[in-house]
């Protein structure tokens, strides 16, 4: 009796690890390469950056992979005659500073990684008197289906409560298997999760060309 409760105990705890792992590793709703590359920009309102004003371009990354779309969006800026700072939430402390800020984090467990909410929380009434536009990097929910949008959306319920960006855009990400630590490689080789690149660069570059002009998008 007592060993099978022991085996019916590890059967249940394996299914909770292998249920958070697939949304840490899975992609649901993908329908072709061309529509998990597309970028969903979603507008709220008005919003403009002085000439050469500075911007924050903070962002959570796990694997790398937002880093780098960080710091092409800097670079973006920067080609626009702005001053962007790229940097990691962690190494942010002041955001008085700024004239605007663009966020950014990957997707974990259905959502922004804490140490992004954290910064949202900490910094929630600089934000809120900034124009900013805040950018999730997924690797779920990357179809162009309404389920896949809600799903997108989703993402950023609770970051919403706390502060509402003048736009946000959902970019598909980067699986690297050799970045994740040796367990949960495991258990996304389980899952047939495998290593693959998603990113559409011309759509990333087309959305830092055109966020905090006074017509988004324009």
């Known amino acids: 009796m007592h060993n099978q409760i022991r085996r019916r105990e590890f059967v249940e705890v394996a299914a909770a690890s292998f249920g958070v792992l697939a949304l840490r590793c899975g992609r649901a709703n993908l329908l072709d390469v061309s529509a998990a590359q597309q970028t969903n920009s979603v507008p709220r309102r008005k919003a403009s950056v ?16 937002t880093a780098e779309i960080a710091e092409a969006l800097g670079r973006d800026l920067q080609s626009r ?3 962007p700072e790229v940097a990691p939430v962690r190494k942010v402390s002041d ?21 992004a909410k954290d910064f949202v929380r900490h910094h929630q009434r600089e934000i809120q008197d900034l124009p900013s536009a805040f950018f999730t990097v997924h690797m779920m929910n990357v179809g162009d289906d309404e389920k896949s ?24 990400g980067r699986m690297d298997l050799n970045r994740l630590s040796f367990g949960d490689r495991l258990l996304c080789k389980a899952l047939g999760s495998k290593s693959e690149d998603l990113r559409n660069w011309p ?16």
Not at 50 to 65: E, F, H
Not at 149 to 170: C, M, V
Not at 204 to 215: D, L, P, R, T
Request: net charge positive; with cysteine.
């Open 50 to 65: 002085p000439a050469g004003g500075k911007i924050l371009v903070a962002y959570a990354t796990r694997c790398g992979s």
């Open 81 to 83: 005659g702005y001053s």
């Open 149 to 172: 949008r809600k799903g997108r959306l989703s993402y950023l319920g609770p970051i919403r409560k706390l502060a509402q960006p003048d736009t946000e855009a959902f970019f598909a």
């Open 203 to 218: 759509s990333i570059h087309a959305w830092g060309s055109n966020v905090f002009k006074s017509e988004v998008g324009s």
């Open 95 to 115: 955001v008085t500073v700024y004239q605007a800020v663009v966020l950014g984090s990957a997707v974990r467990e259905g959502g922004w990684l804490p140490e």
